[in-house]
């Protein structure tokens, strides 16, 4: 509109424009605010499950520390300062939250966002049938609350974003001096950081001014319950830290289980049952000798191993675990467990015993298992993810290959298909065993299909619609194409469609050569009065194949 005067009409047509723009625009970023909306409930229900699991953790000891307080002393008052310190950061940011709410609503009283246990309200939440939150881009009060007025210049005082930083800072050195763990200090430190990041234009952005200055309401919040939800995180984790470093430094070498891992309890025919067999609290110092019984015993079998000539003595490595191997090749097929004995040293110098039985494991025959990973059958122009895998037989021993033109390919940790013409595919798997032979597993057949035909949308509404309110019609910007209950990700584009409008008895037909709607267009469904109908038809798509299809027409009355 730049260059020579304008008439009023023209004027008027620019102003129309201008907020017809600034409605759709407010339109993507309702859609995105109430994104943020759904990611903050998200997140709030995973911080109300570390919060659960670290009150359960503060109750064990609390329990540990009733029954024996000269022995979980030092655990009991780490635990009681850790469980006061998150309250007052919880309590802070929950009041935090609920003041940049308030400043945000214009309320006067933030307390009206808080419930009866000084938590803030999520932000969908109703009252009285009302939304408690009705500006979720509103991004300048909160930022004269939190921020002031100057980019990289956040102001200092009560309920600023320099506060909290220093709060957070606060609350990540007590916690990590708490911490026994090295990589949990690293971790804590790391979680209550505030690293700078580029913005579009590749220029640095300080963490405060990124996450604080102009910030949408919607994520200012839902930065605030990330905030939340770490402080519980860190908390559960410490304290799980807090009871693993007592148990470690109360264990001692008097309260003993015999142990048994096994690397597989699925074992295919011909292959060898592994497992280590140890004494759990092994001092290094004290060597055991294990045994096993020479035959297999029924699972379920509760009787004491008895030591004889015939019994298997297992080798030990240089951490004491005894190696325990069962070939099965002539054990047959079905469920099987053996029995044994460890020998040790105990306390007093006297030899003293354990019994220990193995797991039940299963020996069967090989058996093949492909798994595609979205449906039943394989889409012609699109990357098709199967898992194949075999029970026992570890992923990087497998070959996989498939017949009927099509092709198999290893991406990342996925199989890809990509099919050709053909309208069918044999996937065949064979297998390299322990012993380095390989086995053929089996194969399994698929169909392959065409991908189903989109459905064309036009100002909301589609094939199966018969009505569109005058005004969305008006505003409709193009026809888009979506793929209807189809488990993939496929984009497809349209490529052209036809208008057709009757008026005073006279078809008018435009066409469009891309998905958007023509200037020619425009005009006449300006002019498209309600009880009218009109008629998009021609709908033309490219596929992901490189394909084109005509797809449904569209028929709507404007109301």
């Known amino acids: 509109m730049a260059g020579g005067k304008e008439t009023p009409r023209q004027k008027m047509i620019g102003m129309m424009y201008l907020v017809l723009t600034a409605l759709l625009a407010m339109n993507v970023a309702k859609e995105v605010l109430d994104a943020f909306v759904s990611i903050d409930n998200s997140i709030m229900a995973n911080a109300t499950t570390f919060e659960k699991k670290a009150n359960e953790q503060h109750t064990e000891m609390a329990a540990l520390y009733s029954s024996k307080p000269e022995k979980y002393e030092e655990f009991y008052q780490k635990s009681t300062q850790l469980k006061a310190k998150a309250a007052e950061m919880k309590k802070y940011l929950n009041e935090f939250k609920a003041r940049v709410m308030s400043a945000s609503e214009k309320s006067g009283d933030y307390t009206t966002f808080l419930d009866e246990n000084g938590n803030a309200l999520p932000m969908d939440f109703k009252r009285d049938g009302n939304a408690i939150i009705t500006k979720k881009d509103e991004n300048q009060e909160n930022t004269a609350l939190v921020y002031g007025g100057e980019p990289g210049q956040p102001k200092s005082g009560e309920w600023t974003v320099t506060e909290l930083m220093e709060k957070m800072t606060d609350y990540s050195n007590f916690c990590q001096g708490l911490a026994y763990n090295e990589r949990l200090k690293e971790s804590i430190a790391s979680t209550f950081s505030f690293p700078s990041s580029e913005d579009a234009d590749g220029k640095e952005q300080l963490w405060h001014t990124q996450k604080f200055f102009h910030v949408p309401l919607a994520a200012m919040v839902t930065e605030m319950s990330t905030i939340e939800a770490n402080v519980k995180r860190v908390e559960g984790e410490l304290m799980t830290d807090i009871m693993s470093n007592f148990e470690a430094k109360s264990y001692k070498f008097t309260n003993l289980e015999a142990m048994v891992i096994p690397e ?38 509760s009787s004491r191993y008895e030591k004889a000539e015939s019994s298997v003595q297992l080798k030990l490595n240089e951490k004491g675990f005894g190696k325990l191997r069962i070939p099965t090749g002539s054990t047959g097929l079905g469920d099987f467990a053996w029995n044994g004995i460890i020998e040790y040293e105990g306390p007093d110098g006297q030899m003293e015993q354990k019994y220990f039985t193995t797991p039940m494991f299963t020996v069967a025959e090989p058996a093949l298992v492909v798994s595609p990973s979205k449906m039943n059958v394989f889409y012609r122009g699109l990357p098709n993810p199967v898992e194949i895998s075999v029970p026992g037989v570890p992923a990087d021993k497998l070959k996989p290959s498939i017949s009927g033109g099509h092709t198999l390919s290893k991406e990342g940790n996925e199989w890809i298909v990509k099919p050709g013409t053909g309208n069918e595919a044999v996937i065949s798997v064979m297998a390299t065993m322990a ?30 619609d018969s009505t569109v309110p005058q005004a969305d019609f008006q505003i409709a910007s193009g026809v888009r194409a979506e793929m209807e209950n189809f488990d993939f990700e496929v984009s497809v584009k349209v490529e052209s469609f036809n208008m057709v409008f009757i008026r005073d008895g006279q078809v008018i037909e435009k066409t469009s050569n891309s998905n958007r709607v023509t200037d020619d267009m425009k005009p006449n469904m300006a002019k498209v009065g309600k009880g009218q109908k009109v008629y998009i038809e021609k709908i033309v798509v490219k596929m992901p194949d490189g394909t084109t299809r005509q797809v449904s027409n569209i028929t709507l009355k404007v109301v």
């Open 264 to 301: 597989s309890s699925y074992i295919l025919r011909g292959d060898t049952f592994r497992a280590e067999v140890f004494l759990g609290a092994y001092d290094k110092n004290n060597q055991p000798k294990i045994y096993r019984n020479a035959s297999s015993i029924k699972p379920g079998d």
């Open 435 to 464: 012993d380095g032979s390989t086995k053929k597993m089996g194969d399994k057949t698929f169909r392959v299909k065409r991908i189903p035909d989109p459905v064309p949308v036009f100002a909301g509404k589609k094939p199966s």
